[in-house]
């Protein structure tokens, strides 16, 4: 806890703590992630009053997914590339809701990075209340790399750098990493800050509970179906809400396992990779856990070739993530 000056500690002042250890750091985190934190305060406060304001429902629209865009993603996304398009460091911006970045500035007008985000995923959830979140991921832009923005962000020169979430639950909660441990805070609504509340949370090593849209068993391939038939078979329970963000928050707290296959009718999956599973895994990763792509494929090791690339995910306790990458190399 050596960062910990004091007891009470914000997200802001974390990450400043963090930088200056890191003689010639630039500020570049504190100045993205405090846009980060100003959007998702914003959201978050949309998403408490969205009965009220009777924003819920669906804008009659689909995305570049195909998926029914709510007036609430819509909203989300104008809230978070409002706050991010005024920092200085941003070259592009990757939003699950639109099919083209938006460029803000090119590599030598210092457009330093690209902030990758979905911003309310689990929006079908709202209308019941369900904890929904916000996802992040911040890549470096490649020095000297040419080409379209696409190229700039798929091109492997690139490095994440950076990710997170937000869920807003019954506590909004920011859980982020900059390659240095996964920390988490809560939105303290009396001061309108997040405050540090775990630095260095470790995910278990183990934890009987898979985390699966079993509904769609039928559909999977067969190692998954093994995989399912022994932890029936071994005193496992299962905890699916339907929402990533809160399912994945529940599986680096508590351990267990969060997959989402490919099924004959998706057969890449439905989780996106750049700005869903890519972040995630990171996080999962530097809780020390681990996330695959397939057996023996770790996820960040999978080189994405678009921007909206979808992919099969198994993430978790590392001996959860092993149990199901036996089954699926045994397949
Ligand atoms: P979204 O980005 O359109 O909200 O979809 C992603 C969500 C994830 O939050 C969740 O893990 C998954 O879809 C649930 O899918 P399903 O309803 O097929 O189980
Ligand atoms: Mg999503």
Not at 273 to 300: F, H
């Amino acid at each position: 806890m050596s960062k910990i000056q004091q007891n009470l500690m914000s997200l802001q002042s974390y990450v400043l703590a963090e930088e200056r250890e890191y003689p010639g750091a630039t500020g570049d985190f504190s100045w993205i992630l405090s846009a980060i934190s100003l959007a998702s305060k914003s959201i978050g406060n949309k998403v408490r009053r969205a009965r009220i304001e009777d924003v819920l429902g669906d804008m009659g629209d689909t995305n570049v997914q195909g998926e029914q865009q709510q007036k609430l993603d819509v909203l989300s996304n104008e809230i978070i590339k409002a706050c991010l398009g005024s920092r200085a460091n941003i070259g592009a911006l990757v939003s699950e809701e639109d099919e083209t970045p938006t460029v803000l500035r090119s590599h030598q007008d210092g457009g330093r990075y690209a902030v990758l985000f979905d911003p309310l995923d689990g929006s079908s959830n709202l209308d019941v209340s369900v904890g929904v979140g916000t996802i992040f991921s911040i890549v470096r832009l490649g020095d000297g790399v040419k080409g379209s923005p696409e190229d700039m962000i798929l091109n492997p020169a690139s490095r994440q750098v950076a990710a997170g979430y937000v869920l807003y639950g019954s506590s909004s909660v920011f859980v982020v990493t900059t390659g240095n441990g996964v920390h988490m805070f809560v939105l303290d609504n009396s001061i309108g800050s997040f405050v540090l509340v775990k630095e260095n949370l470790r995910i278990p090593e183990t934890n009987k509970i898979y985390s699966i849209n079993e509904a769609y068993a039928d559909r999977f391939p067969g190692g998954y179906r093994d995989y399912l038939k022994w932890a029936h078979d071994n005193g496992y329970t299962s905890r699916y809400i339907g929402s990533m963000v809160a399912d994945v928050h529940r599986t680096l707290i508590k351990g267990g396992v969060f997959i989402y296959p490919q099924t004959t009718d998706r057969p890449e999956g439905k989780l996106r990779y750049l700005y869903e599973a890519m972040p995630m895994s990171m996080l999962i990763e530097q809780a020390g856990g681990r996330s695959i792509a397939a057996a023996d494929t770790r996820l960040l090791d999978v080189k994405p070739k678009s921007l909206h690339e979808r992919i099969p995910v198994v993430m978790g306790s590392s001996e959860e993530v092993q149990n199901v990458e036996r089954f699926l190399s045994e397949d």
